[in-house]
């Protein structure tokens, strides 16, 4: 699977669960670590579980699993690295502190 169609997945996929305002980056050219990273936020920790456990369900039915999935521990940011495209799922308040749109705000964002 190609990496933007990867990341579109994730998108569609992030979205089922009602994510709040999700971002799609194209990354590549800023960094070597991936080509895009999805953010997107959750209203409350069990809402940020429940888009990280359907993310997982939905991407292992497309064949695709994950490298690696970070903070499952309080779900305040859960990071999920699907090589090409790192997918970072916030509670609301985390995602304000850390500001990853603002610290990447040289990237291109993907409609």
Do not use: C
Not at 12 to 30: M, S, T, W
Not at 85 to 106: K, N, Q, S, T
């Amino acid at each position: 699977m190609e990496p933007v169609e990867k990341a579109k997945l994730l998108l569609k996929f992030i979205n089922e669960r009602k994510a709040i305002d999700p971002v799609l980056l194209e990354v590549g050219g800023l960094t070597t670590i991936a080509d895009y990273f999805l953010i997107a936020s959750g209203s409350s920790t069990r809402q940020v579980q429940a888009i990280t456990r359907h993310l997982e369900k939905r991407m292992r039915e497309a064949g695709v699993k994950p490298l690696g999935v970070e903070g499952e521990q309080g779900f305040q940011w859960v990071l999920m690295d699907y090589g090409d495209v790192i997918v970072h799922i916030f509670y609301e308040p985390a995602r304000e502190f850390y500001d990853l749109e603002g610290l990447w705000m040289d990237a291109p964002k993907i409609e």
